[in-house]
């Protein structure tokens, strides 16, 4: 599995098939302004969104005519199994800020699961439902979703063999929300990329829990 960090919390996620995944994509200039990361101008076999908001659910500006599925709860495309698990988007029951969608991605060779805007830790159902996974996609700014100690927390939950942090500060971003040191200081090992991709297989899957930090493709 080949995964490529856009910004924000958008990845392309390129299966062992070639099945071509983006996730969470972003509207460019949205929010008046305050999310800058670059247009994504790429095409994909499927396009899938945690929830709705302008930085997460703008499904209708990738390229060619993917399968567009939001808050999905169980698809099938090729080789890959697309799973949701639903969850909260702030920590008062979704009152706040709605309901947000746990992705998992089983290509049978790695699974992923991709957090969206996680809003709360993860009680044990919800951890049961999500089940096994190699690498886990993480929110960690902040304010609209969990923080950095919620975040380690989750992790410990799910105890992947990688995290890929997510939704942070960032110089294309005006959010009140931190940037990623807070939870790095968290993690006992971490490795950061100078670029935006890391490639990843079963036998490859580091034997230490790993926090990979990559580097914004569209910054």
Do not use: C, W
């Amino acid at each position: 599995m080949k995964i490529t960090y856009y910004g924000h919390s958008s990845f392309l996620v390129e299966a062992q098939d070639g099945t071509r995944i983006i996730l969470d994509p972003y509207r460019s200039g949205s929010f008046g302004g305050a999310l800058r990361y670059a247009p994504i101008d790429e095409s994909a076999d499927v396009v899938v969104a945690s929830h709705t908001h302008e930085d997460h659910g703008a499904t209708d500006t990738i390229l060619g005519e993917p399968l567009v599925l939001v808050q999905p709860t169980s698809a099938k495309v090729a080789g890959v199994q697309i799973t949701g698990v639903p969850v909260k988007h702030d920590d008062n029951g979704g009152s706040q800020r709605g309901t947000n969608t746990i992705i998992v991605i089983d290509d049978g060779d790695i699974r992923l699961a991709h957090l969206g805007d996680l809003g709360h830790p993860l009680a044990p159902p919800k951890v049961r439902a999500i089940g096994n996974v190699d690498v886990v996609l993480v929110p960690v700014g902040g304010f609209y979703t969990i923080d950095a100690q919620t975040a380690a927390a989750v992790v410990e939950s799910l105890d992947p063999a990688v995290v890929i942090p997510m939704h942070y500060k960032t110089a294309a971003t005006d959010f009140p929300i931190s940037t990623e040191a807070d939870f790095l200081a968290t993690q006992k090992t971490v490795q950061r990329i100078h670029g935006s991709e890391f490639e990843v297989t079963g036998d490859s899957l580091p034997a230490l829990r790993t926090t990979i930090l990559l580097e914004p493709s569209r910054a």
